[in-house]
């Protein structure tokens, strides 16, 4: 079932933004109920501290897996301290992704976990993998792409917790053939889909071409707001690109963006934006979503600005981020919210550019 949602109701939506509990659950509620407490507590994403680890493999052979059609899986040892000690779990690696899987030197990974192996560990879940999003290139440059990459799902997660969680990790690759540490570098795991839907008590919903109008209000504003902020325009909620679908069991049907590398707040040197959009850099913000009245906006653009603080002291207590960095990606968004606060602005750059067809 899909819902259908006016306008006027959006509002109305805002007030029951949390998900309320009967006292008459029916078995089926208590499942869900359930579920989500479990994916909400995976202990991966408890903390907020960089995961130190070491992942050994065949990286040779693997980082040779270039096409989409390439999905060989290679053994892989993960290392770990718990309590004084080294825990070892086996894991299965496969290339993944596309953009970055063709043009960077180090290929984003799916990483396969057993479930005996990670019983009791940090990597203990349901889920049968992870998604490794890996340092493209070497050198210093790269490292505060994604430290920068990271910090736009840390952002997310301040406006909404209908959002992936992330988790920072500090991977020291090891060559198996060798037993040569390659290096040490930052990347991030990624929360499983299974996990986020979950965590909506809904499933992932694989249906494409799904209009605005099914989705739901508060979630798709939120998102086309957060892509402007970050002046993110590499997604199609039509094709999915970059965006993961849920549907609850009532046919609340939510967007969940991923992927923020090709944006102007990271503003990697590989993206370019789509020539059909008529922007000349990744830098440029331009407002994808639907159509709303300045008075229907303004309690989404409350929310961001209640969070304003809170983003730019998560960008100044990132760790190993330099200053020029941090004073770029703090000047960025602040140019987001001196837009929002001026009317004109609002309407020329979101208002008006509104898509008008819905999709």
Same mark, same amino acid.
């Given at each position: 079932m899909s819902l259908r949602w006016p306008g006027a109701l959006i509002v109305v939506i805002m007030s029951s933004f949390a998900l309320a509990q009967t006292p008459t659950e029916?078995?089926?509620?208590?499942?869900?109920?359930?579920?989500?407490?479990?994916?909400?507590?995976?202990?991966?994403?408890?903390?907020?501290?960089p995961l130190p680890l070491t992942l050994e493999a065949n990286f040779g052979v693997l980082n040779r897996e270039r096409e989409a059609e390439d999905t060989k899986v290679y053994p892989g040892l993960i290392k770990i301290a718990d309590a004084g000690r080294t825990v070892e779990i086996p894991v299965q690696l496969s290339a993944r992704g596309h953009l970055?899987?063709?043009?960077?030197?180090?290929?984003?990974?799916?990483? *396969?976990?057993?479930?005996? !192996?990670?019983?009791?560990?940090?990597?203990?879940?349901?889920?049968?993998? $992870?998604? #490794?999003? %890996?340092?493209?290139? *070497?050198?210093?440059?790269? !490292?505060?792409?994604?430290?920068?990459?990271?910090?736009?799902?840390?952002? $997310?997660? #301040?406006? %909404?917790?209908?959002?992936?969680?992330?988790?920072?990790?500090?991977?020291?690759?090891?060559?198996?053939?060798?037993?040569?540490?390659l290096y040490t570098r930052y990347a991030f795991f990624l929360e499983d889909d299974d996990d986020i839907a979950r965590r909506l008590e809904g499933k992932v919903y694989n249906h494409a071409n799904i209009p605005f109008i099914q989705l739901h209000p508060v979630a798709l504003i939120q998102m086309m707001l957060f892509e402007f902020m970050i002046g993110n325009t590499d997604y199609s909620i039509m094709a999915q690109h970059n965006v993961r679908i849920v549907e609850t069991q009532e046919g609340l049907i939510y967007p969940i963006p991923h992927d923020f590398d090709v944006s102007g707040l990271v503003h990697v040197p590989y993206g370019a934006p789509d020539p059909r959009l008529k922007i000349d850099d990744l830098s440029q913000r331009l407002y994808r979503g639907p159509c709303r009245t300045p008075e229907q906006l303004a309690p989404f653009l409350n929310i961001f600005r209640s969070k304003k603080d809170d983003m730019l002291a998560a960008i100044d207590s990132q760790a190993d981020l330099n200053k020029f960095v941090k004073t770029g990606m703090k000047t960025y968004l602040t140019g987001f919210f001196t837009l929002i606060d001026k009317p004109s602005a609002v309407n020329s750059r979101i208002v008006k550019p509104c898509i008008k067809s819905g999709i």
């Open positions: 029916t078995p089926a509620q208590v499942a869900l109920r359930v579920r989500r407490a479990d994916a909400e507590n995976r202990a991966l994403f408890q903390s907020s501290d970055r899987r063709k043009t960077c030197d180090f290929v984003p990974l799916s990483v *396969g976990f057993p479930k005996k !192996e990670t019983k009791g560990t940090v990597f203990e879940m349901r889920a049968a993998g $992870l998604k #490794l999003v %890996t340092q493209c290139s *070497g050198g210093n440059e790269y !490292e505060q792409y994604i430290l920068k990459e990271y910090l736009a799902y840390r952002l $997310l997660n #301040l406006i %909404t917790p209908r959002s992936y969680r992330a988790r920072l990790a500090r991977v020291s690759y090891v060559d198996s053939t060798k037993g040569k540490t």
